[in-house]
Every structure is written in C-alpha cells, then in structure tokens.
C-alpha cells in the first residue's frame, strides 16, 4: 500500500509550479521510499461489490513489517467461513532486480501456494485487486513523465505517467497522482492493452503518526466491470515490535 473517484474540487495547472525541480522518477521513488514505520498492524475489512450491487465483506487481520532491504506483509482471513484461515504473505524486496515474493494458504488444501510470476496478474481473493497491485512495485521498473499539476480536495499533486519496461507487463501504462510533500499517491489509474482505462484507485482515508501516514481506506475501481473494491482498516498500530517469525509458511498454517 505504499502507493476513485470522490475527489472533489480540482483545478489543473498548465505550469511546472511546484514540480519543475524533480523528474518523473524523482517523484515516484519518494512515494516508494515514503516512512511507514518500523512495523504496523491492524483490522481489515475488504467490501466487494458487483454490477448489481451484491456484497461480499471479508474480515482480515493484517501484519507488516519493515525489514533489512524491504518489506514483509501477513494477511489472516477471519471470516466468513469459506474464507476463514486462509492466508496470504508477501516479502518486498528493494533490490530492482529483485520482484516480490508470494504465498498462499487454502486451508481446504491444507497447502502453501507460491504465487507464480505468470499469476500475479490474477485477481486475489475475489477483489479487484490483483496479486501485483498488492506488492510494492520498484520506480526503475517504468519510465515515469510529468505530465502537470492538479490541485484535489486542496491539496497540490504532481501527475506522472508511468509505461512498463517490460512490454508484457499486465498494465499498458499508469497515471498517479502524487501528493507533494506527503508523497502519497492519492490516486491512480490503470490502462490496459488497448490503452482503455481499466481501473481507478483512490486513497479515501489517512491516519497520521508522528511523521508516519498510513493509509486507512482505499478504493480500487474496477471501470470496465462496473464493480469495486474497499480496503478499510482500523485499530492501527504503529511500532509494536512484530517478531521477524511471524513472516513465515508455518505461520501462515498455524494462523493466528
């Protein structure tokens, strides 16, 4: 999450005003590079809504960690029964050669499932979020361009397309809106293979620590299939000194 549309009031700046001195990549790497504190933990819950507007919540308990060169995270699906004690893991890596490492646990199988590079373009759990949007991917993967300036809901953002440098890659190309200052890409949006707009992800919630923001609501708008998803956590907890143990496939087993 380091890295919707129900943002309001937007001016847009023809002007290199306030992001003239720092390129595309610039940006995009204080936004990864962006303090999250040392480790987090907190309560999950994932709405998933359809075309019809049926509702699917999912109740999850989350664990992060900040690790010598990168970033491990926990998931523990709580409820309801078809997906209680399932569990998903995920380590970062800030080496850019390096891609993330995944996992899955079917408590039906009663297996850990490594998440292939070819499946990280799937959709994780049901939700419109993809097994990729869930990682935290390195700047040096794109080429990033400034396109200009916009002011939402107040608050000044740099908008920077970002294209793959690898021609395969699941997404066309991408357009964030980076807030100056806190870094935070407030929101996002994804382009497919025909260039046509494929999802919106808006940041519609924030709580700060000290100089640590996390991010406590997002939104991830699936345009083509009329459907999206919501991440909403709450009961935050910042530093609480998350053993390293607690990162691995017998702990994904166990559950909590």
Same mark, same amino acid.
């Given at each position: 999450? *380091?890295?919707? &549309? ?6 847009? #700046?023809? !002007?290199?005003? +306030?992001?003239? $001195?720092?390129? @595309? ?87 850990? *499932?490594?998440? &292939? ?6 959709? #994780?759990? !049901?939700?419109? +979020?993809?097994? $990729?949007?869930? @990682? ?121």
């Amino acid at each position: 999450m *380091k890295f919707k &549309s129900i943002l309001i009031n937007t001016i847009l #700046f023809t !002007g290199m005003i +306030f992001a003239q $001195d720092l390129s @595309g990549l610039e940006v995009i790497q204080k936004v990864y590079d962006r303090p999250t504190g040392n480790d987090m933990t907190g309560d999950l819950i994932m709405t998933i809504e359809n075309s019809r507007g049926n509702q699917r919540i999912r109740k999850i308990k989350q664990f992060v960690k900040t690790v010598k060169n990168g970033e491990k995270k926990i998931m523990f699906f709580l409820s309801p029964a078809d997906v209680k004690n399932t569990s998903f893991m995920t380590w970062s890596y800030d080496e850019a050669t390096k891609s993330d490492d995944q996992w899955i646990y079917l408590p039906a199988l009663k297996k850990v *499932k490594r998440i &292939s590079s070819d499946s990280k373009g799937d959709y #994780f759990m !049901g939700s419109d +979020f993809t097994y $990729d949007d869930l @990682g935290d991917r390195h700047p040096s993967d794109d080429n990033h361009t400034i396109l200009g300036e916009e002011l939402i809901d107040g608050k000044k953002t740099i908008i920077i397309e970002s294209v793959p440098k690898d021609e395969e890659y699941m997404y066309a190309r991408t357009v964030t809106w980076v807030v100056k200052d806190s870094w935070i890409g407030l929101k996002k949006e994804f382009y497919d293979e025909d260039d046509e707009l494929l999802k919106i992800l808006t940041v519609d919630g924030q709580k700060a620590f000290g100089d640590v923001i996390i991010l406590t609501k997002v939104k991830m708008n699936n345009v083509q299939k009329n459907q999206f998803t919501i991440m909403a956590f709450s009961d935050v907890k910042i530093d609480q000194g998350i053993p390293n143990n607690k990162f691995t496939e017998r702990i994904m087993k166990r559950g909590i």
